[in-house]
Structure formats: C-alpha cells, structure tokens
C-alpha cells in the first residue's frame, strides 16, 4: 500500500487548506484511513480518521476540519478551515487494516507528508 499525500502549503491565521491522500495498492474501503500531524519538537498525534463510514476528529479540530473521500479516486481528503498558528505540522495520511483508531501504533501504511504553516 502507498499513499501520496499532497495539498499543504502556507496560509495565514483564518485560512483554509485542504489536503489529498492518494491511496495505491489497495482501495481504501478495504483500509481504514487516519490524518496525523507532528509540530516541531512535538510527538505525533492524531488528527482525524476514518471508521467505517464514521469519522472522529481530535478535540483540538472539531468543528475546523472534515474529512471526506472520493471513492473514484480512492483518495480520501481532510478540509481545514479556521486554521490557526497551532496547525502548523507536516501532516501525515496512514492506513490501518483493523478498525481504524486515534493511536498511531495500530496504524500499518504511513505516507511522507506534507507541510502545513499557518502564520500569525
């Protein structure tokens, strides 16, 4: 399985990003689907996933971020609006074979990331 992320880039304080994972080798309703992100200096941690036809987001982005997918694609998406200085991560697209979860361990793919800055 590899997956292609893509869509970052700088933005100021109150803008909107949407980021891309383009999953290859397998479809992505066979996998479930996790954002993660990881500041400076900071572990990685959760941002938003996939379970089932469910999605759970960190607390830190609920009600800013939305995931979606398109299925002819077999890409999923991550829509971030409301973005803050605190954002600022590469953020990276993983695929899970079980269930789906906030915890990075139980995560099997990983891409490369993508860089998101958000200024002040």
């Known amino acids: 399985v590899q997956l292609v992320e893509s869509g970052g880039g700088s933005v100021e304080t109150g803008g909107s990003l949407r980021l891309s994972c383009a999953v290859f080798?397998?479809?992505?309703?066979?996998?479930?689907m996790g954002w993660f992100r990881q500041a400076p200096g900071k572990e990685r941690e959760f941002v938003a996933g996939?379970?089932?036809?469910?999605?759970f987001y960190a607390d830190s982005v609920k009600g800013r971020f939305t995931l979606s997918r398109d299925t002819a694609k077999n890409t999923v998406y991550i829509k971030m609006n409301s973005l803050k200085p605190e954002d600022t991560a590469v953020y990276y697209c993983?695929?899970?074979?079980?269930?789906?979860?906030?915890?990075?361990?139980?995560?099997?793919?990983w891409g490369r990331g993508t860089q998101v800055t958000v200024s002040s």
């Open positions: 993983a695929a899970d074979d079980g269930w789906g979860s906030s915890d990075e361990y139980a995560y099997d793919y």
């Open positions: 080798g397998r479809t992505f309703d066979s996998v479930a």
């Open positions: 996939f379970r089932w036809s469910d999605t």
